[in-house]
């Protein structure tokens, strides 16, 4: 089904509010093999509580089937033992996550 001429169907980015957060998580360092508590920040995007005005019937159903989620914003860190120091890529840790709200 094709949206009529002239229709704009709203983005994503206007379903959520979006913000970043730093949470630790415990990784361990590939290089030299040190297990350290980590702060990886992460870009939250949180559903808003009512759908924006200009919304038709199939933006509404996105807006019932959205989710809010958190995608991570750091791709490498470096080594917190001071011998090493050395950027790791973060192979262990999901990239995106759902929240329960």
């Not at 959520?16 to 990886?40: D, I, M």
């Not at 924006?52 to 996105?62: F, G, L, S």
């Not at 991570?72 to 120091?85: F, M």
Request: hydrophobic content about 35%; overall charge positive; proline content about 5%.
């Amino acid at each position: 089904m094709r949206s009529p001429p002239g229709a704009v169907t709203m983005e994503e980015r206007e379903f959520f509010t979006e913000s970043t957060e730093q949470r630790t998580h415990n990784l361990t360092c590939p290089k030299c093999g040190q297990a350290a508590e980590y702060k990886v920040t992460w870009i939250v995007r949180r559903k808003r509580a009512q759908l924006p005005r200009n919304a038709d019937e199939r933006d509404r159903a996105r807006f019932a089937k959205a989710q809010s989620y958190m995608v991570r914003r750091d791709d490498k860190l470096s080594c917190l033992n001071v011998r090493c120091r050395k950027p790791f890529d973060i192979a262990g840790l999901q990239t995106l996550a759902f929240l329960q709200d």
